[in-house]
């Protein structure tokens, strides 16, 4: 009797340890990486107990949100220009910036006929509606701009054009049919690095600049143990397992 009661004494000691060090923290996450991160998140609790509080937006609208005083801990933007912007403004810690994952970029509808392994559909202009992030607040929506640039259709397809908020609100015109095709990002319609429905376009990387993911821990947080947690976490192996399934390099 005596032994199961230490026993049971014990493991509420550990539990109360455990729940003493674990942490909530909040995580302004680039809308691409919405669907692994939510994977992340939760593989990240079971693991640590860290409870990690995700917003989702386009990388200027969260940049715009830090500067206001938004209270984030961490930022996973879709670029690498923007935590390097934060760090040098004195709102991200030195030293803790890397590129935790590298995006690809997707031309991809619904329509399982409609566009080609090509991207032959844009010069066809055989659609209604092409959709792209707004490139003044979005990388994929600037990588977009930059493909159809290259392809010299950026002038001819101008009147076709609708743009998303976010690459997020993107995906979200063309599965409603608002718009017949869109630019998104592979991780968003991709499941092991294969379209999952639809028919897509894999834009070579060689007409955009490359999506160098990069995360930052922001000065709010700098002694916060759970932020630099989920920093190390990212670069573990469970979380490129997650990465990798949905179509990103590092």
């Given at each position: 009797?005596?032994?199961?009661?230490?026993?049971?004494?014990?493991?509420?000691?550990?539990?109360?340890?455990?729940?003493?060090?674990?942490?909530?923290?909040?995580?302004?996450?680039?809308?691409?990486?919405?669907?692994?991160?939510?994977?992340?998140?939760?593989?990240?609790?079971?693991?640590?107990?860290?409870?990690?509080?995700?917003?989702?937006?386009?990388?200027?609208?969260?940049?715009?949100?830090?500067?206001?005083?938004?209270?984030?801990?961490?930022?996973?933007?879709?670029?690498?220009?923007?935590?390097?912007?934060?760090?040098?403004?004195?709102?991200?810690?030195?030293?803790?910036?890397?590129?935790?994952?590298?995006?690809?970029?997707?031309?991809?509808?619904?329509?399982?006929?409609?566009?080609?392994?090509?991207?032959?559909?844009?010069?066809?202009?055989?659609?209604?509606?092409?959709?792209?992030?707004?490139?003044?607040?979005?990388?994929?929506?600037?990588?977009?701009?930059?493909?159809?640039?290259?392809?010299?259709?950026?002038?001819?397809?101008?009147?076709?054009?609708?743009?998303?908020?976010?690459?997020?609100?993107?995906?979200?015109?063309?599965?409603?049919?608002?718009?017949?095709?869109?630019?998104?990002?592979?991780?968003?319609?991709?499941?092991?690095?294969?379209?999952?429905?639809?028919?897509?376009?894999?834009?070579?990387?060689?007409?955009?600049?490359?999506?160098?993911?990069?995360?930052?821990?922001?000065?709010?947080?700098?002694?916060?143990?759970?932020a630099q947690a989920l920093l190390r976490y990212l670069r573990g192996e469970r979380a490129r397992s997650i990465l990798k399934s949905h179509g990103y390099t590092w």
């Amino acid at each position: 009797m005596k032994n199961w009661l230490w026993r049971c004494a014990l493991v509420w000691a550990v539990t109360l340890v455990t729940d003493a060090q674990a942490e909530a923290l909040s995580v302004a996450v680039a809308a691409n990486f919405t669907a692994p991160m939510q994977k992340i998140a939760q593989a990240f609790a079971q693991d640590t107990g860290h409870q990690a509080r995700l917003a989702f937006g386009s990388t200027g609208a969260l940049y715009a949100q830090i500067k206001n005083g938004a209270p984030f801990d961490l930022l996973l933007a879709a670029d690498d220009e923007t935590p390097e912007r934060l760090e040098k403004e004195g709102l991200g810690v030195v030293g803790t910036r890397f590129t935790y994952a590298i995006g690809k970029l997707v031309l991809w509808s619904k329509d399982a006929a409609l566009v080609d392994a090509q991207g032959e559909v844009l010069r066809t202009g055989n659609f209604d509606k092409l959709a792209i992030a707004n490139p003044k607040t979005a990388p994929y929506g600037a990588a977009a701009l930059q493909t159809l640039t290259a392809l010299g259709l950026a002038q001819g397809l101008q009147a076709k054009l609708v743009q998303g908020e976010s690459v997020g609100q993107t995906l979200q015109f063309v599965s409603s049919g608002n718009a017949a095709l869109g630019f998104v990002a592979l991780s968003q319609v991709g499941v092991d690095g294969k379209i999952s429905q639809g028919s897509a376009w894999v834009v070579p990387e060689a007409l955009y600049a490359p999506l160098k993911q990069d995360a930052l821990l922001l000065t709010g947080a700098k002694d916060q143990a759970a932020a630099q947690a989920l920093l190390r976490y990212l670069r573990g192996e469970r979380a490129r397992s997650i990465l990798k399934s949905h179509g990103y390099t590092w």
